[in-house]
């Protein structure tokens, strides 16, 4: 386990049923999930993503994406939409020189 984690106390089984142990596992087993579901810190020498998004569509702040060969992160108000180009047009200009 590479994290900083303190490990529940699991008591020892009684020859016979007791309430009390039962509750004292009980309770180290939901420490333990907790700790288990909880992210935690992260170091890594190395790391390699595969399958990674080009934008932030679904995604959870937090989460990595790829955008124009740089990794991002999203946050909020700070969107990177899907397909976001556009173009548009005016009207029409006659330039004239003499």
């Known amino acids: 386990m590479s994290r900083n984690l303190t490990l529940p106390f699991f008591p020892v089984p009684p020859t016979e049923y007791s309430h009390q142990y039962f509750a004292e596992v009980l309770r180290s087993y939901s420490i333990y999930l907790e700790q288990i579901q909880n992210a935690g810190e992260g170091r890594n020498t190395f790391t390699v993503f595969t399958a990674l998004q080009t934008d932030d569509s679904g995604l959870e702040n937090g989460s990595v994406f790829s955008h124009g060969g740089a990794l991002r992160v ?8 899907r397909g976001s180009a556009g ?10 020189t003499p």
Do not use: D, I, K
Not at 74 to 81: E, K
Not at 87 to 96: I, K, N
């Open 74 to 81: 999203p946050l909020p108000n700070s969107p990177y939409v």
């Open 87 to 96: 173009t548009g047009v005016v009207g029409t200009v006659t330039v004239s």
